[in-house]
């Protein structure tokens, strides 16, 4: 009887973990939660019984990790969850693939061009040939206006995993988050 309680329990405090940190925003794009851009990857309970909470960092180096830790700990500390610790995971690498479609459209309606097509290692572009050809040039559509006449301004926009675009049509400039 005891065991079954405290499985429950062990349920209820996973369930409510989830809840807590699916409300957690990622610190670069508050629109956006770490669990639709596919950070937060698990909860869990570890072997001695403590909260896992697993994330998969975005780009290598990005400075946002820190700070990811950081507010699961006080969504965590906020919702009397008790003792928990982050945990990493690094394999499977985290892909722009992993952002959900809301997700997406939130980026779009804040202003920043999610990630266009898939990166990872597709089956489409293994059976074709290597061949020498120019830089497939790629179309971004403007967020606020959708024209895709847009150029990009620089590699680099407001971080390391953005790239700074212009619309021709209404002359915004917008942050172009880059497949990965
Ligand atoms: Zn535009």
Avoid at 3 to 31: F, G, Q, Y
């Amino acid at each position: 009887m005891e065991t079954t309680n405290a499985m429950e329990t062990t349920n209820a405090s996973i369930e409510r973990a989830w809840h807590v940190l699916e409300a957690v925003p990622d610190p670069e794009i508050p629109v956006v939660s770490i669990r639709e851009l596919g950070i937060l990857r698990d909860v869990r309970h570890g072997d001695d019984g403590v909260l896992e909470v697993v994330i998969t960092p975005t780009y290598s180096g990005c400075p946002a990790m820190s700070q990811i830790a950081e507010d699961i700990a006080q969504a965590i500390a906020h919702a009397g969850l008790g003792a928990h610790r982050v945990e990493t995971v690094l394999a499977p690498a985290w892909t722009t693939d992993w952002i959900s479609e809301d997700a997406r459209e939130k980026l779009r309606r804040y202003g920043i061009a999610p990630p266009t097509g898939a990166c990872g290692s597709g089956t489409a572009t293994t059976t074709k040939p290597i061949r020498f050809v120019p830089y497939k040039k790629e179309i971004i559509a403007c967020p606020r206006c959708g024209s895709t006449h847009t150029e990009r301004l620089a590699q680099f926009g407001s971080t390391a995993c953005k790239a700074l675009y212009r619309c021709v049509d209404c002359r915004e400039p917008f942050d172009y988050f880059k497949p990965y």
